[in-house]
């Protein structure tokens, strides 16, 4: 039996690379179309955004003359304070109440199962959808302070919503709500990972829950700390929807962030260069988050692989 | 930590986790609520209320008689615009996924780490950085303004998400199993149709569903390449919401959003578990 070198007389004698064509082409057709386009559109972006093209791509070099005029442009900066504002507040809050939601059901409460489907539910929906719930809620018309007024209490405020100062809070309300649940799974992940034996040797100990979670079990989180907030920051810059369907940028610019401002210079005043200036400035901000997060992981894994 | 007994502490654990609960389905029932009383009864009241007349004709309305900019055939058209682009692209970005993800961990090929390295980028990637490229290719192949167009983006955008899932759940199949067939002549096609693909069923369902949750619920591409009659429902949504901006109409608008919303929740009722698996995989690279 040479099975390997069987002669199968009744095949045409097709040249190997014919024979293997269709293989050939479900591997690379699709991965090289994913892959280039990545690479290919990314370049793209960037070279325009070294253009004066406005309404039509042109060919030409401004140097960094859109850049300039992006981060002089007060809707930039603006958005970019925003961002800062917003990006650190959601990801710590969320990651807060992630970990505390994942503390409390940490606790063998009963329909455990239950629980985390309803602080989990809303990554399910679109965040158009969140923002129109939210609009309405918030809005002091309509909403939360409507409701508090028609019980008798008229002198209730709480109508962020149409603030200046604190619009931007209502984001990351929304926000919150919206995706505290993602940082919930991934903690109670790592609590349950957490070596039981450990846990009972500290308990044989004498050391009371609270201590065991402080000394032995919350150290244990760091790595997954890391990459909830690394997420959640990408998130944060890249958050378009949730604004646009919960204050568009309102009220005037107050609650504009860089996604917005994009789009803004793309599509409705057809700014092309600057638009992609704004979008590469966009991609550095990501960078300035992923490229250190990039290296932890990789020191990481050395370790792991020397451990 | 082991105590199920009521006592004060675990008493303020639930009073707690439930009140959070109640806070987290407040929007929900609020939507719910709203979408069965009338718009006058709320223009009276608040968002916040107890229905007094069941306004069942709110979902009839929002089905099929709304009109978002000069058309009144609800939501309907826009629904099935999501449907036709989503389903499509959940399909052809998993199929793609699963063949380029087992072709990266047990066929292997020159180059393979970069192809992948490089496909992953894709997760990171603002959509922004492709926004003006996709407006540029979609026309000049004459798809922009089309589902089709809606597609094929998705399609390929999706395959950073469907390669990695894949890849990362195949690279534990053992290889002995592929060289075994190797040598008895299977070939790429027959391997993956024979071996690898029953065993996929787990992580192709976890893969449908992060895929049509995702392409279900995108909004920039909806609202940057079509317009119209065209859009997918959540560019519809925002439309319909700046349209209802000087006569109210919040019942209405309520009904279109829980409408809006059904496929997606549905998915995450019947495939919970797997949705997680889907975020935590997402996640933990």
């Known amino acids: ?307 | 930590m082991r105590d199920r007994s009521f006592t004060p502490n675990r008493i303020l654990i639930y009073l707690v986790v439930l009140l959070v609960a109640a806070a987290w389905l407040a929007p929900l029932a609020v939507v719910v609520l709203n979408s069965l009383r009338s718009n006058e009864e709320i223009a009276q009241g608040s968002m916040i209320g107890w229905p007094q007349h069941w306004a069942w004709s709110n979902y009839l309305a929002a089905w099929s008689g709304f009109c978002v900019a000069e058309t009144c055939a609800g939501i309907r058209p826009y629904m099935l615009n999501s449907a036709l682009v989503t389903i499509p692209a959940t399909i052809f970005s998993t199929l793609l996924g699963a063949i380029a993800g087992y072709a990266v961990s047990l066929w292997r090929f020159r180059g393979d780490t970069w192809i992948y390295g490089i496909v992953t980028l894709g997760l990171f990637l603002p959509q922004q950085m492709r926004l003006l490229p996709w407006t540029i290719v979609l026309r000049d192949i004459g798809l922009i303004n089309t589902l089709a167009g809606l597609v094929l983006i998705h399609t390929i955008q999706g395959l950073s998400f469907t390669t990695l899932f894949c890849r990362n759940y195949y690279v534990a199949i053992p290889h002995e199993l592929i060289r075994a067939a190797r040598i008895d002549g299977a070939g790429f096609f027959r391997i993956f149709w024979r071996i690898i693909l029953p065993l996929s069923p787990p992580i192709l369902v976890v893969t449908v569903i992060w895929q049509f949750t995702h392409i279900w619920n995108e909004f920039l591409y909806g609202v940057t390449f079509t317009s119209g009659q065209q859009q997918p429902v959540t560019a519809a949504l925002i439309a319909l919401s700046a349209a209802v901006a000087d006569i109210p109409q919040h019942g209405v608008q309520s009904a279109a959003v829980i409408i809006a919303a059904l496929p997606t929740l549905l998915i995450y009722l019947l495939g919970g578990k797997y949705f997680v698996r889907g975020l935590t995989a997402g996640a933990v690279k």
């Open chain 1, 1 to 307: 039996m040479s099975n390997a070198v069987s002669i199968r007389p009744d095949r045409p004698a097709l040249p190997e690379w014919m024979r293997r064509l269709p293989e050939y082409l479900m591997i690379w057709v699709p991965l090289l179309l994913s892959a280039a386009h990545l690479v290919s559109f990314s370049l793209w972006t960037v070279w325009i955004s070294f253009t004066p093209s406005t309404l039509v791509p042109v060919t030409g070099w401004v140097g960094l003359r859109n850049y300039s005029s992006v981060l002089a442009s007060r809707n930039w900066q603006i958005a970019f304070d925003n961002l800062l504002l917003f990006g650190s507040a959601f990801v710590l809050l969320s990651a807060a109440t992630g970990l505390a939601l994942a503390i409390l059901l940490d606790q063998r409460v009963r329909g455990e199962n239950v629980l985390r489907s309803v602080f989990l539910y809303p990554l399910a929906v679109s965040f158009v959808v969140t923002g129109t719930v939210w609009s309405w809620l918030l809005n002091p018309g309509l909403g939360i302070q409507k409701l508090v007024h028609d019980l008798g209490w008229t002198s209730f405020k709480f109508d962020w919503l149409i603030d200046r100062d604190m619009a931007i809070w209502t984001i990351v309300i929304a926000a919150i709500w919206q995706s505290s649940g993602f940082a919930m799974a991934l903690f109670l992940a790592g609590l349950r990972s957490v070596d039981a034996d450990i846990i009972k040797a500290a308990q044989i100990d004498g050391a009371g829950p609270v201590r065991i979670y402080r000394r032995i079990i919350l150290p244990s989180l760091w790595p997954i700390t890391i990459t909830v907030v690394v997420i959640q920051l990408q998130f944060a810059i890249s958050t378009f929807d949730l604004v646009r369907a919960l204050t568009n940028g309102g009220p005037g610019i107050a609650t504009q962030l860089p996604a917005l401002v994009v789009y803004d210079l793309m599509f409705q005043r057809s700014l092309l260069g600057r638009g992609a200036a704004a979008a590469v400035l966009m991609l550095l901000i990501l960078l300035a988050v992923l490229l250190p997060y990039a290296a932890w992981r990789y020191v990481q894994r050395r370790r792991a692989a020397h451990a």
